[in-house]
């Protein structure tokens, strides 16, 4: 079993900079493809962004030139770059490993997915 745990949310106002990463417990190929999804309250969790080992990435259009993910392999972390953050960013992020990222970059891949407790961001003045 592979544990995601994320860190860095909090409350920022609009405009503002936050990072998040997320660090998995070992080793594992569901790692192949990892990425993170938020969900607001009364809404579905959506993508926001998923990175593959080869340095693959998609974001949603949403996000697009405000975050940048990235990640290091060496140490099975990835992270979020959030930049210009607007009111509607505000959500649970989860980090994810496994189908489900996978699916985002059209990569068929058998596993679990993994995801992490979750972590709060807040964008508000």
């Known amino acids: 079993q592979v544990q995601l745990v994320e860190s860095g949310g909090g409350s920022v106002q609009p405009g503002g900079s936050l990072t998040l990463s997320c660090a998995a417990s070992r080793s594992d190929s569901g790692l192949y493809v990892m990425g993170w999804y938020r969900q607001a309250p009364g809404k579905q969790r959506e993508l926001v962004a998923v990175i593959s080992a080869a340095g693959i990435t998609k974001q949603a259009d949403s996000v697009k030139g405000r975050f940048t993910i990235s990640r290091v392999n060496a140490k099975n972390t990835i992270a979020l770059q959030m930049s210009g953050l607007k009111p509607e960013d505000t959500a649970v992020y989860y980090c994810?490993?496994?189908?489900?990222?996978?699916?985002?970059?059209?990569?068929?891949?058998?596993?679990?997915?993994?995801w992490g407790q979750g972590t709060q961001v807040t964008v508000s003045s």
């Open positions: 994810n490993a496994g189908p489900s990222a996978a699916r985002a970059l059209e990569i068929s891949m058998g596993g679990p997915d993994y």
